[in-house]
């Protein structure tokens, strides 16, 4: 199989490239320093101010495939990008390519009306505004999402909403307008898969009530800002409904092929990064009269992750080429594998820096605890290890049943 990029993918990288060296590492430490400042309910003013250059580059929502809005690139041309993107916490933000709006545009944009595009789409594109995705719950294990309790209920031209939604990715953030959530429409229906709906809320709806902020192993706001929401007779007009109802759980699937490939993206860009940092720091640092380098623990580690990461590349481009090829349902097997694989290598790595950082790993000094907060994080959010595990096993125990 022949990953060449294309002529337009590497005038994309380069130009990507040139614009986080010019405004993305210089500004890290900044970024870290106003994010502890300002905490998860306010926006690091840095954030704003890479934003505006990045939209003026040209280099804004290139994620958008086949779209007047976007790039019009494949999943297998967007990829390299957005590895480059996930090198920093603050790059992909500055390109508007940041979860949880990437996956709520494409929802949007595949599934939204007209209506609801010009209301909520156009300014999620320009960022204007963002949004959060409302679907895990405290109360049941989500990574079932038939298990989901929270109610939407018809009542005339309108539909209220009950339930209290954590970890609901985007919700603290002071931008943030519009929630997409999900819930059940239909609690009988003998079909588990067609109980729930996805309708939109706007934030600013009674009854809406963002009662505090979640952290991820201590980080708030990095890397993502998260919260828990409590939901109480919330009504919004039907017209507000995605798609229709009993076609949440289809929606969700439609959404999250995307966002797994797109943290698998990310998570080797921040995974190489770490691999650099851990040469040049052991490079530099001597203990027991050598360089730690030169120590065979060091440079078994530092083969190891190189040989992770590879893996991890071709593994994710590949499932790129297969959802461009066959689509997302007939990529399944290839899209949990590397949830699978790409977030316990990037822990692998995060970790094994830490250990050649020392205690200087385990503060956020060089990005490196924030680093496997993320790459922590993933083996949970959009499905855990083990639902991924389970499905691959089943398919490939299909293989022989009929044998």
Known sequence: MDFEHSQKVKDLQKRLSAFMDEHIYPNEARFFREAEEVGALKVAPIIEEVKVKGKAAGLWNLFLPHSEHGAGLTN????????IMGRSLLAPEAFNCAAPDTGNMEVLARYGTEEQKKKWLVPLLAG?????????????????????????VRDGNDYVINGRKWYATGCVDPRCKIFIFMGKTDPNNADRHKQQSMILVPRDTPGVDVQRPLPV???????????????????????????????GFEIAQGRLGPGRIHHCMR????????????????LNRVAFGKPIAEQTVTLERIAESRIAIAQSRFLTLHAAHMMDTVGNKG????????????????????????????????SNDHGIAVAYALARLLRIADG???????QIGKLELAKYKHR
Request: aromatic share 6%.
């Open 128 to 152: 204007e505004i963002r949004s959060c995705f409302a679907m895990t719950e405290p109360g049941v294990a989500s990574s079932d999402a038939t298990n989901i309790e929270s109610s939407i």
């Open 267 to 282: 998570l080797i860009g921040l995974a190489e990064r770490t691999l650099e940092a851990m040469c040049k720091r052991t």
């Open 217 to 247: 192993l201590g980080f708030y706001g990095m890397p993502d800002r998260t919260g828990e929401v409590l939901f109480t007779n919330v009504r919004v007009p039907a017209s507000n409904m995605l798609l229709g109802e009993g076609r």
């Open 384 to 390: 855990p290890d083990e639902v991924h595990r389970n």
């Open 331 to 362: 990529a399944k097997a290839e899209i949990a594998m590397i949830k699978v694989a790409v977030p316990n290598m990037a822990c692998k790595v995060v970790d094994w820096a830490i250990q050649a950082f020392g205690a200087a790993g385990l």
């Open 76 to 83: 297998l041309e967007y990829a390299p990008l957005c590895e």
